[in-house]
């Protein structure tokens, strides 16, 4: 029976250390009018995309920052148009990041996500053409800070602590399991120490 239950303990231990640790590579979006994509977002503008880069150390479903200068406002007052904004997306389609390219104009649907500004291939996003880059706003450097700041992931620090949660429930009871079996195996054990 003990070793019943250190099997299944140490098999549903190794189940979540051995698990995924990203998220799904399955992107699906509904369907939706120019009007909810709008309704959804928090700010929502015309940018050209000046840089795009990937995050090492990002957590969670945001590891690029795209830095779009923004060309036109159709909702929110974030950043004037002239003005840069740093915009965190997922890295590939699978994961639900949209495919920004350099050099190119694109309608950005945004949300805030705490302090940051982040979008993905389900918002709404769309190309329009070629970018601007020979005017003083693609040139300029960025004002520090700039809108927008890296896109952090809050659910990461939950996964974390729900992890060590379960790997201490999990010692705590193989440790007692250990101890009974100890205390049944001794001479003088008894059915009622059971």
Known sequence: MLRRIVVVVVIGLLAVLAGPVSPACACSCAIATEQEYLDRATFVFDGDVRSIDRLDSAPGDFPLAVRLVVRAVH??????????????????EASCGYAF??????????????????????????????????DAAWSAEPASPVAGTLPRDDRTSVITLMLFAVVAAGTVA????????RR?????????DR
Do not use: M
Not at 75 to 91: A, F, S, Y
């Open 75 to 92: 909702k929110g007052q974030v950043v004037d148009p002239g003005g840069h904004i740093l915009v965190g997306d997922p890295d590939n």
């Open 101 to 134: 390219e350099t050099g190119r104009r694109y309608r950005v649907y945004v949300r805030e996500q705490g302090p940051r500004f982040v979008t993905s291939l389900c918002a709404g996003n769309r190309e329009l053409g070629p970018a601007t880059t020979d």
């Open 174 to 181: 193989v440790v007692i399991a250990v101890l009974r079996h």
């Open 184 to 192: 049944l195996a001794r001479p003088g054990g008894t059915a009622r």
